[in-house]
């Protein structure tokens, strides 16, 4: 039977359960529980310290009301950041490259800044759709175009998530495959190429945190323009 490289995306299943839901309950595992104690041990300070800083810069420039949105957004940080970095590992699938998945987180949260705007500050939510100054003519043009870039924005996230990952994932497949080819007839090259996956491999998990961090500052700067 012919493989493709796109098979590696296939959500697998193993005695007719969907590894998918091991792969999202992983993450949750994985991190130590809080604990009571005033002293701790040195992985728990560390991760206290990221969350608490990566908090604050998260809603700096956000108004007090949207404070309420911390624990969902630092926990969908961590939790993106999480699944992307186990799916760099050998044998293992990345749920993150699913568009359904990503569009699943997107689309709730995004909807949920859009009805906090309407429901708190009506007037400025529908006055985004319609930028100050704008020539009378070009009124109902502008409504029209602002309406959908409005709408585009969750499929912008969710499209941006999967895209980059399976472009990582992808590239990474086809130079391992390159390199095992070239290996017995050009082992310098093939050595090469090895290093340069290698150099890939560490590009790619800048980019499975800047993926994450770039989703959930996103949905910050929709959550900033509704509060």
Same mark, same amino acid.
Do not use: C
């Given at each position: 039977?012919? /493989? ?14 969907p590894? +998918? ?10 991190? *130590? ?10 992985? #728990? ?14 809603? $700096?420039?956000?108004? *007090? ?6 624990? +969902? &957004? ?5 939790? &993106?950041?999480?699944?992307?970095? &186990? ?13 359904? &998945?990503?569009?699943? /987180?997107?689309?709730?949260?995004? $909807?949920?800044t ?6 708190? !500050?009506?007037?400025i939510? $529908?006055?985004?759709?319609? =930028?100050e100054?704008?020539?009378?003519? /070009?009124? =109902?043009?502008?409504?029209?175009? %602002?309406?959908?870039s ?6 912008? #996230?969710?499209?941006?998530l ?12 086809l ?7 070239? #290996?017995p007839?050009m ?11 290698? #150099?890939l491999?560490?590009? %790619? ?5 800047? !993926?994450?961090y770039?989703f959930?500052?996103? /949905?910050?700067?929709?959550l900033? %323009?509704?509060?």
């Open positions: 039977m012919t /493989l493709s490289f796109f098979d590696q995306f296939m959500s697998p299943i193993f005695l007719g359960i590894l +998918i839901a091991l792969a999202l309950a992983l993450p949750w595992i994985l991190y *130590p529980t809080p604990s009571t104690r005033w002293l701790s041990n040195r992985l #728990l300070t560390l991760q206290n310290w990221f969350t608490s800083n990566f908090t604050q810069q998260l809603l $700096l420039p956000i108004n *007090p009301g949207g404070h309420k949105w911390a624990l +969902i &957004l630092t926990s969908l940080m961590l939790f &993106l950041i999480t699944l992307n970095m &186990l799916g760099l590992l050998p044998y293992t699938f990345t749920p993150t490259t699913q568009l359904s &998945l990503n569009m699943g /987180l997107a689309v709730p949260l995004w $909807l949920a859009v009805i906090i705007g309407m429901r708190n !500050q009506p007037t939510a $529908l006055g985004h759709l319609l =930028p100054g704008t020539p009378t003519p /070009l009124i =109902p043009v502008l409504i029209i175009i %602002e309406t959908i409005l709408f585009i924005r969750p499929l912008a #996230l969710g499209v941006r999967t895209a980059n990952l399976t472009a990582g994932h992808l590239l990474i497949q130079i391992a495959t390159a390199a095992f080819v070239l #290996l007839m082992p310098t090259v093939a050595i090469l190429t090895a290093v340069l996956l290698f #150099l491999t560490l590009l %790619e998990v800048a980019v499975a945190m800047i !993926q994450a770039v959930v500052l996103l /949905l910050s700067l929709y900033q %323009e509704n509060v």
